[in-house]
């Protein structure tokens, strides 16, 4: 028997599909999605498939974390001369040293196939942050901001990430998803305007961003770190330090400012200038030293910055200076954003619903399935229209699948539901070909080609109208149910494309003889 | 038996969808005019909190719904997830109407459940409230612009008046009714159940379509009567296709999204059953009559 055109095309189209979707069987180990510090200065880099730690095999997160959290330096500043040893195993490579710092790595079970998950599936954050205010916003503005953001969170060493322009009604918005990692500190370096000024009595003398502070130091424990920790009134102070490099302009107006300075002896006998350098973020004083009088007059590049950090316990100072410490080289990096933002949603998704929820789809789609085709089978009886109908539902799924992979869609719990519709207009659709067909038989004038063209009339008029509806889904909402509407439109048009053709061409076939 | 029943009854049959039409419009403009709002909002349409606990722990939902409700001073919802296809618990997800209280309804959730909340057993989304506004208004405007451009469609392929306007008023009452149902049964609505009346659109002309082109467009195929009934038993065929699969899914899954998209397509399809058979039927029929 000849297949004809139309199912080798579905035929193609289905092994297009496997191909892209490109399942894989022997996954073991996991996978990194980012990395920053010193396990990236040992060349651990994002996407390596890590097997081993300290000669345990690691097929988890949590068993990741274990091992981690065993071999990580936990110990507080007082001992910071202890260190102990990591032994990583990923699969080209071995990386063996000491580690006496915080250990900065998140990582996922590597995927065993092409098909990229959302949020819902995988886990992560997913922030929605609008300007404040009533200023005008344009699409440039919210560029520049996305490039800001996108520096910072590399920095903060998550670039796996989705970062877009989005809009509800008149609103611009930015949407920011962070799959596989879900963190809440996330929110201070995304929201934060991050405007450094480092004043000397009213005068500026640099500003935060590249032009000004080319080079800034961190992840390096000489010129980056917190160096002391001491009990206080409440609890504990820590201050962290840092060094950065100013531009030759910025270096040469410090110098212009501390020249007109008077020098005075501080309390401890030191020689200092009269007014002290004074660090701002965002308009609040982080932190302000005295000037040695050495520097008076002298356009130094070299500076340090400082701060603070405090807590009820020694460990909470450490933590709170560390963190604002990166804030800081953060926004010194990356510069201001170029207007204040506000989070106006912020979800942190944890991956464990996820897994058990692609499980609970496959059953839902299995159940419908079977359901759907025992109601074919009440209806016609016929092997002959099931066999087909069930080629052709199956073929729809695998084929929408594909083509998400391919176009590397993150499928979500929306595109989920946008495929369970696809098929259930598909369904209708080989409903109405399958009557034409019958009927078409009963009426003996009419040819094969003419019963199958009536059935694509009404077909397609129900087409166009589905488009129609699921076309505004896309920028609705700041496009969060576009997957959905993707879904759908991608299924119903590889139903009138491809299957729904292939599937009369099968039925024809099969019924010739009657 | 159908075709003389129908040939002698199709007007008064025709009563009770346009009775319906009329009470959900009415209902719906009563909500309205009381409330300021068609259906009732959730979290996602509203601004607030939506959380989610995983634990096989078992908690009385409307104990821990009130102790939440004291503690943090608002409206607090609870509903347990379970998985149906090996009944088991799978968590509880908290609901606020309120932004905010984030790190509060945390520490108030550990401390009830006598549970650590992390990143992997706590997940927790948070709307602000002019966005949530913001969404249901984009929502609105995409279920309008679905349905104007549908009709464009309807128009294009049928080229005549009555039969398009039969086929827009029968989605029209899906949507109406479908609409006070929701309302009746007190569903909170999200945006992904917005979204699902945009496939009620899509899956409401279907069954009109296919009956419209019967009627119109053949020259084969006996009587007015007869076709129609001819495209009732392919229609019908498909309405229970989706009606099964969508029951099905309903039971089956763990997702409250996806169960309120199932449920919302559910009543509308039972809807469409009459928009289709006793409404848009009938018109066809006197329009057929007239020419």
């Known amino acids: 028997m000849k297949l004809g055109i139309r199912i080798w095309i579905l035929i193609a189209f289905i092994l297009f599909s496997i191909i892209a979707i490109n399942p894989k069987f022997n996954v073991e180990g996991v996978e990194v999605t980012s990395v920053s510090g010193l396990l990236l200065n040992q060349g651990i880099k994002i996407g390596d498939n890590i097997l081993e730690v300290n000669s345990v095999k690691v097929n988890s997160a949590a ?225 302000s030293l005295n000037i040695d009088a050495s520097l008076k007059g002298s356009p130094s590049t070299q500076i340090q910055i400082t701060g603070p950090g405090s807590g009820v316990t020694q460990k909470e100072a450490l933590d709170t200076a560390i963190f604002n410490m990166e804030q800081l080289q953060t926004v010194l990096i990356t510069g201001s954003l170029p207007f204040d933002i506000e989070i106006v949603k912020l979800d942190s998704i944890s991956p464990l619903f996820g897994i058990s929820f692609i499980k609970n789809t496959f059953l839902v789609v299995f159940a419908a399935l079977l359901s759907v085709l025992a109601i074919i089978y009440l209806r016609y009886r016929q092997l002959k229209i099931l066999l087909p109908m069930a080629i052709t539902l199956i073929s729809e799924i695998l084929i929408i699948l594909g083509m998400a992979a391919l176009i590397g869609w993150h499928l979500d719990l929306a595109a989920i539901a946008g495929i369970i519709a696809a098929v259930g207009t598909g369904v209708d659709d080989q409903i109405v070909i399958t009557d034409e067909i019958i009927r078409g038989q009963k009426e003996k004038f009419l040819s094969w080609k003419e019963r199958i063209k009536k059935a694509f009339g009404i077909i397609l008029v129900a087409y166009f109208a589905t488009l129609a509806a699921m076309l505004p889904l896309w920028s609705a909402a700041a496009g969060l149910l576009r997957g959905f509407a993707l879904t759908t439109i991608l299924g119903i048009s590889i139903g009138v494309l491809v299957t729904r053709p292939a599937f009369a061409s099968m039925l024809e076939k099969l019924m010739e003889g009657e | 038996m159908i075709k003389e029943f129908f040939e002698k009854n199709y007007k008064v049959l025709m009563v009770f969808p346009f009775l319906l039409l009329i009470t959900s419009l009415v209902f719906l403009g009563y909500e309205y005019s009381t409330t300021g709002d068609i259906v009732e909002r959730d979290v996602s349409l509203k601004g607030g909190i939506s959380a989610t606990v995983y634990t096989e722990k078992e908690f009385e939902v409307i104990k821990l719904e009130s102790d939440l409700t004291k503690e943090l001073n608002s409206d607090v919802f609870v509903k347990e997830l379970s998985d149906f296809s090996t009944s088991t618990r799978l968590g509880y997800v908290i609901e606020i109407g309120e932004i905010g209280v984030k790190d509060k309804l945390k520490e108030v959730l550990e401390s009830r459940l006598k549970l650590e909340l992390t990143s992997e057993n706590y997940s927790v989304e948070e709307v602000g409230s002019s966005l949530g506004e913001g969404f249901y208004k984009d929502m609105l405007k995409a279920v309008i612009f679905a349905f104007v451009l549908m009709g464009i469609v309807v128009f294009i392929a049928f080229r005549s008046f009555i039969p398009s306007a039969a086929v827009i008023l029968s989605a029209l009452l899906d949507i109406s009714a479908t609409l006070m149902i929701v309302n009746l049964l007190e569903i909170k609505i999200s945006t992904a159940g917005i979204a699902a009346f945009l496939l009620v659109i899509g899956y409401s002309v279907d069954t009109d379509i296919l009956m419209t082109n019967r009627v119109l467009k053949r020259k084969e195929g006996g009587d007015t009567t007869e076709r129609l009934i001819d495209s009732a038993k392919t229609g019908l065929t498909m309405t229970a296709t989706t009606f099964v699969a969508l029951t099905v899914g309903y039971i089956v899954t763990t997702s409250f999204v996806l169960k309120q998209m199932f449920l919302i397509i559910l009543i509308a399809l039972t809807i469409d059953i009459i928009s289709t058979y006793l409404m848009n039927a009938g018109i066809l029929y006197w329009y057929k009559k007239q020419k």
């Open chain 1, 63 to 287: 068993e990741f974390r274990n091992e981690i959290d065993k071999a990580e330096f936990k110990d507080n500043i007082t001992s910071n001369n202890i260190t102990s040893k990591l032994d990583i195993v990923t699969k080209n490579n071995r990386y063996t040293f000491l580690v006496n710092d915080e250990i900065n790595i998140e990582v996922k079970v590597p995927d065993n196939n092409n098909i990229k998950k959302g949020l819902e599936l995988e886990g992560g954050t997913r922030v929605l942050l609008k300007p404040v205010g009533n200023a005008t916003v344009t699409s440039a503005d919210i560029q520049d901001l996305i490039s800001v953001l996108r520096n910072r969170l590399n920095i903060y060493g998550l670039t796996d990430l989705k970062i877009r322009e989005a809009s509800s009604g008149e609103d611009k918005l930015v949407l920011i998803e962070i799959a596989g990692v879900s963190r809440n500190d996330i929110e201070g370096f995304i929201s934060q305007q991050g405007k450094f000024e480092a004043k000397i009595g009213d005068e500026v003398a640099f500003r935060g961003g590249k032009e000004e502070i080319p080079y800034v130091c961190r992840d390096d424990g000489v010129c980056s770190g917190v160096h002391s920790c001491n009990p206080g009134v409440e609890g504990y102070n820590c201050r962290f330090q840092f060094e950065i490099r100013l531009s030759p302009e910025a270096a040469q107006r410090q110098a212009d400012i501390t020249r007109n300075l008077s020098v005075i002896t501080s309390e401890g006998g030191q020689q200092i200038l009269s007014k002290q350098i004074e660090f701002y973020l965002d308009d609040e004083l982080v932190d």
